[in-house]
């Protein structure tokens, strides 16, 4: 597997409904015709508030034929900094994605590369920017309910939610915990064919009180091949301080995406 492929992954529902809307409580099934608008500030109440987050993840990439795990380091300043370092043993790469940049270097061929965002939407035609990529490591919806209209769509077990029309390039559509409003899936219907990226979150957890993933399942199908990867998240925390140790080694050449 290159790592190129497992870090664009990393830094990476379809039907109808509407009409007069009802209030938003726990419930064990969705509301028909739920008011959107409550149930928006239900899941903003759900959303984690922090500074700075420090932890590990174990990741598991699946493209149908091979399969490897890579530990990873998070570190995370919201709105500014995402930092991982991969390791088998050792550090054997690293990734810094900021608003304006996203630069990257391996060990193994001494290779590096420094762009920014767009490099990642190259790889899957999408028009993602940082918050959107902090936004899908953290369980959030990449574009809040407040803008532009969504519809519900008939589902017997989660609330789930589709625009109005399109927003963006992409359709996303999100399936919502009825009982504790935690945003369960969600899923985009990406241009140029029938192309699909989606990120399940099965499992969260409590940390300083606040919700944050356990476990993310981010899958890409381009209708040939599927391509999977598991974030498993632990030793998650909120440090006061925090370091992003980062600098590309001399002598490592630049690649091109």
Not at 75 to 99: F, G, H, V, Y
Not at 187 to 214: A, D, H, M, T, W
Request: aromatic share 12%.
């Amino acid at each position: 597997m290159k790592l190129k492929t497992l870090f664009g992954m990393l830094v990476l529902a379809l039907l109808w409904t509407g009409c007069k809307s009802v209030a938003v409580l726990p419930n064990k099934a969705p509301v028909d015709k739920v008011d959107l608008k409550l149930l928006s500030k239900q899941m903003n109440k759900q959303h984690a508030k922090f500074n700075h987050l420090r932890g590990r993840l174990k990741t598991t990439y699946d493209n149908g034929k091979n399969k490897q795990q890579v530990i990873v380091s998070l570190r995370m300043t919201q709105d500014e900094k995402i930092w991982m370092s991969a390791n088998m043993l050792i550090p054997i790469a690293k990734l810094m994605i900021t608003p304006k940049a996203v630069q990257f270097y391996e060990k193994f061929q001494k290779t590096f590369f420094e762009g920014d965002v767009d490099f990642i939407n190259r790889q899957f035609n999408t028009q993602f920017g940082f918050q959107n990529l902090q936004d899908l490591l953290l369980g959030k919806p990449v574009i809040a309910l407040q803008k532009g209209r969504w519809k519900q769509i008939a589902n017997p077990i989660d609330y789930v939610l589709s625009p109005r029309g399109r927003i963006k390039d992409f359709q996303p559509t999100y399936f919502v915990d009825p009982t504790t409003f935690l945003l369960k899936e969600q899923r985009f219907v990406l241009p140029q064919g029938q192309r699909i990226l989606s990120f399940k979150y099965p499992e969260y957890q409590k940390v300083g009180g606040e919700n944050l993933p356990k476990r993310v399942e981010i899958s890409f199908f381009d209708g040939k091949e599927l391509l999977q990867l598991q974030l498993e998240f632990s030793r998650l925390n909120f440090p006061k301080n925090i370091t992003f140790p980062f600098s590309i080694p001399a002598g490592y050449q630049p690649i091109s995406f």
